[in-house]
């Protein structure tokens, strides 16, 4: 083969939307070094229902025809998809700011392995993260990057790939390891993907009781996607098998990751889990759960006092405080 100049990797690129317009000059960057940029468009980014992005002069409103009749969901969920297929993820985060969904986008992106670069160091107390050895982890795992300089380690690492030998043996030190886009097969069998679903009826909230938890918590129903299957079937899986609910629509809320917290003394892992939780509309509240599972429903405002009284696991008591505020 040629040298690795040859190479066109792909890639997403993460950042809030209030730094549109250097998002669009790296994504311009990138197409003149041959870089294939799967996400996002070059553009402002408006979805009419929840008003996901609004421009503040209307000169600078140029909103994307793919995304105009869309969900904030699910155009996330899009992005997702795009970022499973990428060779790499790239970070725009001037004076280090990172908006909520950038921090969901690099925590799926550490969990699916899929190298990051950052244009400035990450905020990394925004990222939940503040045990020094983690920090000083992820810090060597992020380089700061300019594009051009991007473009080139990317193409190193795949013209490595492209060149080792096909017995799947892979470097294990974090700061080194590549599972890319040309690998995605390989992902499912190596990190925790889990399926989780905020299953409501109108203004009320299923959770569960299933004796998972200490003090007999309640959660939300969840699953972990099987290797090698795909995540919206351990979805459907999870529904129909584990919950046996009839569901009405389906919708993409939060992709999350789970690190360990200051003071754990164990394995150093930040790949440790990747959650993405959907909002699930149901036709009834008739449910057939297993056994062992026990279905609660809640109103809004008592979902709310479970929460504050610590009655909720913590993981899903934040992505519930999370649902409450947007359904506000």
Same mark, same amino acid.
Do not use: C
């Given at each position: 083969?040629? +040298?690795?100049?040859?190479?066109?990797?792909?890639?997403?690129?993460? +950042?809030?939307?209030?730094?549109?317009?250097?998002?669009?000059?790296?994504?311009?960057?990138?197409?003149?070094?041959?870089?294939?940029?799967?996400?996002?468009?070059?553009?402002?980014?408006?979805?009419?229902?929840?008003?996901?992005?609004?421009?503040?002069?209307?000169?600078?409103?140029?909103?994307?025809?793919?995304?105009?009749?869309?969900?904030? +969901?699910?155009?996330?969920?899009?992005?997702?998809?795009?970022?499973?297929?990428?060779?790499?993820?790239?970070?725009?985060?001037?004076?280090?700011?990172? +908006? *909520?969904?950038?921090?969901?986008?690099?925590?799926?992106?550490? /969990?699916?392995?899929?190298?990051?670069?950052?244009?400035?160091?990450?905020?990394?107390?925004?990222?939940?993260?503040?045990?020094?050895?983690?920090?000083?982890?992820?810090?060597?795992?992020?380089?700061?990057? $300019?594009? #051009?300089? *991007?473009?080139?380690?990317?193409?190193?690492?795949?013209?490595?790939?492209?060149?080792? !030998? $096909?017995?799947?043996?892979?470097?294990?030190?974090?700061? #080194?390891?590549?599972?890319? /886009?040309?690998?995605?097969?390989?992902?499912? %069998?190596?990190?925790?993907?889990?399926?989780?679903?905020?299953?409501?009826?109108? %203004?009320?909230?299923?959770?569960? *009781?299933?004796?998972?938890?200490?003090?007999?918590?309640?959660?939300?129903?969840?699953?972990?996607?099987?290797?090698?299957?795909?995540?919206?079937?351990?979805?459907?899986?999870?529904?129909?098998?584990?919950?046996?609910?009839? *569901?009405?629509?389906?919708?993409?809320?939060?992709?999350?990751?789970?690190?360990?917290?200051?003071?754990?003394? /164990?394995?150093?892992?930040?790949?440790?889990?990747?959650?993405?939780?959907?909002?699930?509309?149901?036709? #009834?509240?008739?449910?057939?759960?297993?056994? /062992?599972?026990? !279905?609660?429903?809640?109103?809004?405002?008592?979902?709310?006092?479970?929460?504050?009284?610590?009655?909720?696991?913590?993981?899903?008591?934040?992505?519930?405080?999370?649902?409450?505020?947007?359904?506000?």
């Amino acid at each position: 083969m040629g +040298g690795f100049e040859e190479l066109y990797p792909e890639a997403v690129i993460t +950042g809030s939307f209030k730094f549109k317009p250097e998002i669009d000059a790296a994504i311009n960057e990138f197409r003149d070094l041959n870089v294939i940029i799967r996400a996002p468009e070059i553009g402002w980014l408006f979805v009419p229902s929840r008003g996901l992005v609004v421009a503040t002069k209307a000169e600078q409103f140029q909103p994307l025809p793919s995304e105009q009749y869309m969900m904030a +969901g699910e155009v996330e969920a899009e992005f997702l998809a795009q970022l499973d297929q990428a060779d790499f993820v790239y970070v725009i985060n001037p004076e280090r700011y990172l +908006g *909520a969904m950038s921090i969901f986008e690099i925590g799926y992106s550490r /969990g699916v392995r899929k190298p990051i670069y950052a244009s400035n160091e990450l905020d990394f107390h925004a990222l939940g993260i503040h045990d020094p050895k983690i920090i000083e982890l992820m810090r060597a795992s992020v380089p700061i990057m $300019s594009p #051009s300089e *991007a473009a080139r380690d990317i193409r190193e690492k795949l013209a490595l790939i492209d060149s080792s !030998p $096909s017995d799947g043996i892979y470097p294990t030190d974090h700061s #080194s390891t590549v599972l890319t /886009g040309r690998l995605n097969t390989e992902v499912a %069998n190596v990190i925790n993907i889990a399926e989780g679903a905020i299953m409501r009826l109108g %203004n009320r909230v299923m959770l569960v *009781a299933d004796g998972r938890w200490e003090d007999e918590k309640l959660t939300i129903p969840g699953t972990r996607v099987r290797p090698g299957e795909q995540k919206a079937k351990a979805l459907r899986r999870l529904l129909e098998s584990k919950i046996g609910a009839d *569901a009405v629509e389906i919708a993409h809320f939060a992709t999350s990751f789970m690190i360990p917290e200051s003071g754990y003394d /164990g394995p150093i892992d930040p790949d440790k889990f990747v959650f993405n939780d959907h909002v699930v509309d149901l036709r #009834s509240e008739h449910v057939q759960p297993r056994p /062992g599972v026990q !279905p609660v429903w809640v109103s809004n405002s008592e979902l709310e006092n479970l929460i504050n009284s610590n009655q909720v696991e913590p993981n899903a008591a934040k992505l519930l405080a999370n649902y409450l505020r947007s359904a506000a």
